[in-house]
């Protein structure tokens, strides 16, 4: 199958001496447009998600389309668990799993710099990677500072071991490098899949509409509220409620760090901060959420029905929920051990885990949140334009 994909990814004409690369769909891509035509033919779940009324405005599918609505899925399961037409009838209609095998491919074929897309093919892997060298680059680190891991006289200030202008020097340059790699490829991203729609310009309610949706998450309420479809055909509402978890805890903490920063430049205030600080209490407050939310999604995803998605994404799904963990459990676990002779350690611990984080963000699963938003707001701005098949849109 993979040599498939990559004989028909594209086609190069020499028509008129000039060479054009003309966008051939790969066999993911074709079982997308496949189902699609059925799924326009039909429509039962025209009210489930963003999906649908989307495909409602087009007739045909192109890559550019279905890469926007294979971003636009949120995997809910919904419209599988509906579906009359889903496996063992004889076409086979599994609309979650074909947009989830697109996606993954989406993610390679967007990622910056291009080389560097094959990560996300073995995640697990590259994930463990640069984690173990992360973590064997602060603890080599240390023990140089030191000559010790344990009982180190740091007297409760990690500065001590690592000064901030170190810190800041490591960590910065991997943030802003991450930072650009997804920006990048979101850009390219959103190129593509403009010219597929109307191409109308972005309007403030768009934008507003988009943001909505992202931060309550809306298509990962079923359509009618009452949630997506785990392992079975019952309805619930925890995916969504521990995706907040994990979302709101990642923004808190990142707000925690960039409220710490302005303490530091603009008012000269050192760290560590204590509770009831600013920084501590977004800090915790982060933490904890990450922590739950992240061992909710991990016991949701081992859960989940073989049938929704793409088997071989798991590692890198329970990857990333595995390393969100591992840095939240490792913070709150420094801030309460602060003041006990395993400071080094536990410093060590966390910081790698956050170089390890910041390393693999544009090539891992954290990706699919900026995907998943530009496919919105390229939704929230065609929809306000009349449909090109003269339909009525959602
Ligand atoms: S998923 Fe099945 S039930 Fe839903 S629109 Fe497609 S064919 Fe119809
Ligand atoms: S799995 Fe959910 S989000 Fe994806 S197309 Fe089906 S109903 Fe829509």
Redesign the pocket.
Known sequence: MQQLDALTREAVSLAGGARRVIPILTAKETEVGR?MQ??NS????EGFCAV?PAMTRRLEFGKADIHFLANLCHNCGA?LH?????PPHEFA?N?PKAMAEVRGQTYVDYAWPPALGTLYQRNGLTLSVALAAALALFLIMAVAAQGTLWNAKLGGNFYRLFPHNLLVGMFAPVFGFAALALAMGVRRFWRDITPATSGAALSGPAAAEATDTVLRLKYLGGGHGEGCNNEDDAFSLARRRFHHFTFYGFMLCFLATSVATLYHYALGWTAPYELPSLPKLLGVAGGVSLLVGTAGLWRLNRQRHPLHGDLAQKPMDLGFIALLFFTSASGLALWLGRSTPALALLLCLHLGAVMALFATLPYGKFAHGIFRTASLLRHATEKRQPSPVGLADD
């Open positions: 189902q059925i799924c039909c429509r039962y779940c649908f419209c509906a579906c009359q037409y889903a209609v609309v």
